[in-house]
């Protein structure tokens, strides 16, 4: 009915906003005499469907069986029997410009995004602003009556304002999609991640043990579908679903894992299996009948039969790698490591000087392989002569069983440990003066933790140089509060490194200050590590904790709590350094992000403004 709440109507498209209607009731001196009129609102045309859009990161275009590839896609393979295949896609090669080309229908740098995000510049084409007048196909299908939203990764927020103060204008919510559930950067960890419902900063994996966000991703969109089926079954809906799974981190579940395994997917190797899936899409039609493979690299890449049967392991992924360190003989003493594949010794090298130290990665470990970085430095060996790489690497650096007398000289060489202080004003240009309190401690020990030795500090002097120049991105050495870099948009936004900082800082503040009279011996007694015994200053707590961060963090993060309690009437706890954590953190690391200096490259290469060299997320800073 016309003018009723229920009116709806569907619009032609040639504008939108369509223009407001026009009153269609009556006004007169009285109600009785009057006649309401609602506008109506705008819905889908009859019969409009529901849109699905999934675009699936850094996934080639013969990886599904949909395309020829042979990683088996069934539920799109069935989509396409039913549908259409496009074969003529293009593709930017990069993550922000191919998704803001996607989602507006237009040249990328039409849209701001002539690179990624984090390496925009204050050029047209180059800023990443998606100007209203570049409408996002969430915007049109908004504005015609569908109901919008986003599950995933965005990757086109500009990086600084990646933050929860805004502007939200080229959020997902800004730019047409009612409901967003995902992450703002280029990446996240599954298992950690940096999740937004809508423009609030969300923790689902607390006090959810195996909680995966590729799963979680899945589950909310489904949710939100039934939601709207329930609520309104003849609303439309767009979901724009965009997985960050097959972009490194890989965080795959133990499931998916061993069922990928299962399927012995790529044992044939790359030439075999090239051809085949060459073979697959001229049989689906997505590329032409006279297509030609193009030359093997051969100067790049051997051939798969070329391989060693080591290699072969690697490359598939089947091959346990494990680096094992014997430090049996003492501290700052030599030791060997030992490089094995599925149990058999490849590699081995004796190391003269040593420091108990205890890693945990999961990541990809290139062993004496050119990662790119334009480093030329005579300090610089590679430790193996090993060629190929491992798919994963699980690296295990233990604490060796100290005599009483080892325990003795750690522990005395760590109190007054001079070279401390003086590293948070080594390298570069240090200030006229700086300032030495909790924050400048932990950055200096968490840069330089891998190169403590006893009383001093050793290591290459390139090493020696990165590790100095870090400190200032965490703190500023002559106010004593934080750095340039820890207060960017994409570390203060997007990760909890800042509040990961701030909290273990004001932990440390309340054992100085003696919040409480038995303060430091807690703060020792929670940072005691897994082999040796207790701290016996603030010092060798924060070394404590840098050289074991997976180490009973909860305990640590107790102390908050107790040290600076709410005060009554008031709901922020009175710690000396904001903003704090309202969680136990899994780890007490401090990730950085750097924005600007101009460069990517494949291995998500980029410099800071010091110069210095990153590969992604640097979960051990100065490493």
């Known amino acids: 009915m016309p003018g009723s709440p229920a009116a709806t109507t569907s619009i032609d498209g040639r504008q939108i906003p369509p223009p407001p209607p026009k009153f269609g009731g009556k006004i007169e001196r009285n109600a009785a005499q009057s006649k309401p009129y609602w506008p109506p609102r705008v819905v889908p045309p009859k019969g409009a469907p529901n849109i699905l859009l999934i675009m699936t990161d850094d996934v080639g275009f013969g990886a599904p069986s949909t395309f020829g590839g042979v990683i088996p896609t069934p539920a799109l393979d069935r989509i396409a029997a039913s549908g259409l295949r496009y074969t003529n896609f293009h593709s930017t090669a990069l993550c922000s410009p191919t998704r803001a080309a996607l989602i507006t229908g237009r040249n990328h740098h039409s849209v701001g995004f002539g690179v990624i995000s984090e390496l925009a510049t204050g050029y047209p084409g180059y800023d990443s602003f998606i100007t209203r007048d570049k409408a996002t196909i969430g ?75 590729t799963t979680a991703m899945a589950d909310e969109a489904i949710a939100y579908m039934n939601r709207i089926n329930t609520l309104a079954p003849e609303q439309p809906f767009f979901v724009y679903y965009v ?94 490591g030992v490089l094995k594949i599925d149990g058999k010794e490849v590699a081995s090298q004796k190391m003269e000087h040593t420091i108990p130290l205890i890693l945990q990665w999961d990541e990809n470990f290139d062993v004496s392989a050119d990662t790119g970085t334009p480093v030329d430095d005579g300090d610089y060996q ?101 750095g340039a870099t820890i207060q960017d948009a994409v570390n203060s936004g997007q990760t909890p490194t800042m509040a990961n900082f701030a909290t273990f800082s004001s932990i440390l503040a309340g054992c100085v200050t003696q919040v409480k009279a038995d303060a430091c011996s807690r703060l020792y007694a929670a940072a005691t590590p897994p082999s040796g015994g207790p701290p016996i200053d603030i010092l060798s707590s924060v070394e404590a904790v840098a050289f074991n961060p997976w180490h009973q963090p909860d305990k640590v993060f107790a102390l908050l709590h107790d040290f600076y309690p709410v005060p009554t009437g008031k709901t ?46 640097n979960f051990l800073v100065g490493a």
């Not at 700086?434 to 009383?455: D, K, R, Y």
Request: aromatic letters at 12%; zero cysteines; hydrophobic letters at 35%.
């Open 243 to 336: 997985p960050g799974g097959t972009h490194a981190p890989h965080h795959a579940t133990p499931e998916w894992i061993k069922k990928a395994s299962d399927l012995h997917l790529f044992d044939q190797g790359w030439n075999a299996l090239r051809e085949q899936i060459f073979a697959n899409q001229k049989k689906l039609g997505v590329i032409p009948q006279d297509a030609k493979l193009t030359p093997w690299p051969h100067d790049l890449l051997k051939n798969w039969d070329e391989q060693t049967a080591d290699e072969k392991k690697m490359f598939l992924g089947l091959g346990m790698g494990t680096l094992a360190f014997n430090n049996m003989s003492g501290i700052g003493r030599s030791g060997t």
């Open 139 to 213: 915007r049109i299908l908004k504005d015609n009556g569908y109901r919008t939203s986003w599950f995933g990764k965005d990757h086109n927020v500009p990086a600084f304002q990646a933050s929860q103060d805004g502007p939200f204008d080229q959020w997902p919510v800004g730019m047409g999609f009612d409901y967003f559930y995902g992450f703002l950067g280029g990446d996240t960890s599954q298992w950690e991640a940096n999740v937004f419902l809508n423009t609030t900063p969300i923790y689902p994996y607390v006090g959810h043990p195996g909680w995966n966000l």
């Open 382 to 482: 590679t430790p193996f002569e090993f060629t190929g790489k491992l798919n994963k690497l699980t690296l295990t650096i233990e604490r060796p069983t100290l005599t009483p007398e080892d325990e003795q000289k750690l522990m005395q060489a760590t109190r007054n440990n001079k070279a401390i202080l003086l590293l948070t004003v080594v390298g570069g240009n240090p200030p006229a003066h700086a300032v030495i309190n909790e924050m400048t401690t932990v950055a200096s020990v968490v840069t330089h933790a891998q190169f403590i030795v006893g009383a001093g500090i050793k290591g290459s002097t390139l090493a020696l140089r990165i590790a100095a120049g870090n400190v200032p991105n965490f703190v500023d050495l002559e106010t004593g509060g934080y």
């Open 572 to 617: 922020m706890r009175p710690t000396p350094f904001m903003p704090y954590l309202t969680y136990s953190p899994s780890a007490w690391v401090f990730p950085l992000k750097f924005t600007g200096g101009g460069l990517s490259g494949p291995g998500k290469l980029m410099f800071d403004s010091e110069g210095n060299a990153w590969a992604g997320d």
